[in-house]
């Protein structure tokens, strides 16, 4: 079967299994609607291995193909294809999203079971599996658009899934409109390219603009820029990050899926896929440089404060999402996909664990009441193991790997970018230190009053249930979490999934180990072929002391977490004290929450409210609407005083009509 | 006299029986002035027709005293209807049909 | 001589008109009526259009007038003020008075403009010469024959115009039970039963008047 054919099932699978659970949602028994959804994910993944195996057996330089299904319109210079590209990235990024959305497809199985959404969730998820594959897949900036745009609104529904908690609907709608900005960009940007090179496809464009483009022409610049800003919302990087934490509001399985392992690298496949295009724009380039690192260490020390679980793994992977971008815009772009498939696993992992302690603590989240679970979830502990020392760099985890290839590349790159290497390996070192102090706050210390039932055999339920974020009370109908939650101990599709994963955040380093073997970089080839920045490295003694490093950086990262949050927990708490600006600053999420509230919200409502009050009230409601309505009004009084019912004046008329006539005949001679 | 005259007549009384029709109240005296318009107006054709020397205007006079007196059968017999009524005989009090 | 009777008869009608606008009790009125009726016979009379005239007196004042007679005795006519009568109370006051006044000025004015502009010397002739006879212009005989052969059609229709008029004065003049008097048992014409509650009068459609 044809490559692009193999594409096309990949697409088929998820939209199918969208479309049977959503239109038959009412007449599917039990669990059969996730059953379908996993199925359908599973397929597509096969399919996917299916793209790979053919994609291989061309030739090397033949290895980026076209398919077009349809031809929407060709129109005022627009040619819009519904037409992907299947070429190594995209093949790469399918298998990535099919392979760990299966996997979480079969965890949320038995997460939301009994939940009253249970279809609905499914057919969201499955739809989001579509989008994301529709916009890897793309072949020209406009399905990008529309996969982008579907994405964004995938997410939307999944966030407020249980769309009785306002918070929830809160989180999605602010999630929404933080990601309509960068939609905007990215559809700007692309007009900003469309001018020069007048085609939409993929291929036409990156063949055009090194002959379109000379080098710091401002449009490029401009463009590139603007793609940016799709990619910096998407990927939620400063300053457009503000919706990923409150996006935990959605269910576990959601923020596994969406906000660790595929929307969120949307934005990095974004770069690398228009690399070409960023090449002719260095200045776009160190911009994006710059973001990644910034974002990298901004997030590494909120995550250092902050209590909610979910919070501290979502500030976790902004942060590990900073090394893509980074990756990326500095040329490190197999690196970068590296580091994304790696960050796929064991981010997917820690959250799959999150949901399983959470259910332990019956839906509390935060890590201030949660402690000495080791006991009593030995396989979610060890999960958060394996995925902890995969995230802070430790050999032979995945992490380690990626992450130093990616600062290797930056600090080849020379002049100043050896700051960002020093950046990076700051973030690691925190990195570090965060995740193990999550790890040992929950795990380690006295058993709370929930490990010591779940010890005793009985899993903990609240007798209220509360919205974890604030308190409030609610119950537990449909748009609320149903009364059922598990831990992954008693749930064998929770332990299949988070095995796999497992098992990737070990092993998945091995496919590029320096030295060894460069898998990854040789798979990629075909399509970064024609960049100047793709050459492997060469430097070996920096590329030694690199790894060193990163591996005593994080070893002393654990240390110091297990001295503090094991040994001696006055020590946080004296510095807390000493150190009460810098915490605050950091508990706080540096303020950019309050900030963007100044800048853009309140002028806006303020904008908003005069155009209520003012324009629309008293312009087109009184003058436009009323004026209107009034001259008619009046017309047809005036018409209407006519017919008074006096006789008298009926006849007063008629004589002037009388004399009208004569007087008109009286003229005619 | 010569027929001007008689057609100087005829516009007086014609006109003041316009005016009576505007000015009076009582349905009564509005329906005389109404024949008085008639008359007027068959003044007019009388005169014409002697103008001309054939009788077409003197038929037609005829024939407008025969739809005078119907008019006058019938708007006599709407006001006695009213004033069977108990309704006020007062032009301006009859208007329902407004607005 | 015809020119002295001229003027009398004239003068007559327009004071029978002016009695008819201004007289208060619309019994005077009718009785100028009368006055101006004959002295417009008369001016037939001088027109030489005989019939006309005796037709005149004999239906218009002899029939029609004593039907105004009956009609005004009957309803009592309520005497306007004179002073109501010329300002004119009510919203159709002093300024309908001044517009009619106005308004019918105007029509006479233009009125004599056309008798007194071009056409003055197609009436500046006496009309025909008289010349008696059986069958002369003016005569019954005259007139006969002509309704009869030429105006055939209009003598019918006129005809038939009557005696709708009578029947449907009839009708009107028909006194109806329980429409007036509405407090004991209404009792139901046919009319009720083919029209639709509310319609009607517009009173009647609003409820304010049964």
Redesign the interface.
Known sequence: MATTTWGWLVLLFPLLGTLIIAFGYRRLPGNWAGIIGTAAIGLAFVAALGALISLQGHASDHRELTSSLWNYANTVGVNAEVSILVDPLSVFMILIVSGISSMIHLYSISYLEEDRGFARYFAYLNFFVFSMLLLVLAGNFLLLIVGWAFVGAASYLLISFWYRRTTATRAGIKAFVVNVVGDAGLVLGTYFIFKHTHTLDFQGTFAAAPHVFHTVEADIVAGCLLLLVGAIAKSAQIPLHTWLPDAMEGPTPVSALIHAATMVTAGVYLIARMHVLFELAPAAQDTGAVIGASTLLIAATIALTQTDIKRVIAYSTMSQIGYMIMGESVGAYAAGMFHLMTHAFFKALLFMGAGSIIGAMGGEQSLQKMGGFRKALPFTFACFIIGGLALSGIPPFSGFFSKDEILLVTAERGGWHWILYVMGYIGAFLTAIYTFRMIFRAFYGDPVAEAQELEAGHLHHAEVPRNPANGEVEDTDVGFPGPHHTVAERALPMRVAMSVLAVGAIGAGLVQIPEVDSVITNFLHPTFAGSPLYEPHTRDGLLIFGLCLGTALGLTGIAIAYRIWVKQPSIAVRARERFAPLYELSHNKWYFDELIDYIVVRPAAAAGKFAQGTFERVFVQDTLIGGSTGIVRAGSAAV?AV???????Y??LL??G??GV??Y??LQ? | MTIGWYLAVSAIVFCLGAAGVMVRRNPLVVLLCLELMLNGANLALVAFSRMWGNGDGQILALVVMTVAACEVCIGLGMIVAIHRRRLPIDVDELRELQG | MSAILFFIAGFGAIAGAVGVVMLRDPFYAVLALVGHLLSLAVLFLLLRAEFVAAVQVVVYAGAVMVLYVFVVAYIGGREEPLGELLRGRGPAGAQLRLGAAILSGALLVELLIALLGTGLKAIGGYGAAYAPGPRTFGTPAYIGQLLLTRFLLVFEAASFLLTIAAVGAVVLARRRGGIAEDVDGRKLTPLDLIRPQGTGTMAEGVGARK
């Not at chain 1, 017919?643 to 004046?649: A, C, D, E, L, P």
């Open positions: 209407r017919q008074s019912g006096f006789v008298r004046y006849a007063a004589v002037l009388v004399t004569a007087f005949f009286l001679t």
